[in-house]
Nanobody
């Protein structure tokens, strides 16, 4: 199992920025990719972005392309989500998750999850 801990959430005004961190520990050698997902109030959890540990291949939801950037630091076993130009609709609990499979945008393929961090964007 891979253990994941998110940090960096908070309250920010629309147009502002936040950087989320996801620290991985445990059987990280078995992980292929780390993904970020968000769950807005009253809605389903959805894919935001993902990155592979190896070559650093990335994938993004259309709603965040050009605003969010996912990156990784392999030495620290940490994945970051830089969120710029935040909108009120970005308000959600953000989760990072780990997958050993190749379909990195597919939420059901992720098998280890963090506890989540709240991001609130005020308009």
């Amino acid at each position: 199992q891979v253990q994941l801990v998110e940090s960096g959430g908070g309250l920010v005004q629309a147009g502002g920025s936040l950087r989320l961190s996801c620290a991985a520990s445990g059987r990280t050698f078995r992980a292929y990719a780390i993904g970020w997902f968000c769950q807005p109030p009253g809605k389903e959890r959805e894919f935001v972005a993902a990155i592979t540990w190896g070559v650093g291949f990335t994938d993004y939801a259309d709603s965040v392309k050009g605003r969010f950037t996912i990156s990784r630091d392999n030495a620290k076993n940490t994945v970051y989500l830089q969120m710029n130009s935040l909108k009120s609709e970005d308000t959600a609990v953000y989760y990072c998750a780990s997958t050993s499979r190749g379909r990195i945008a597919l939420m059901n393929d992720y098998d280890s999850w963090g506890q989540g961090t709240q991001v609130t964007v005020s308009s």
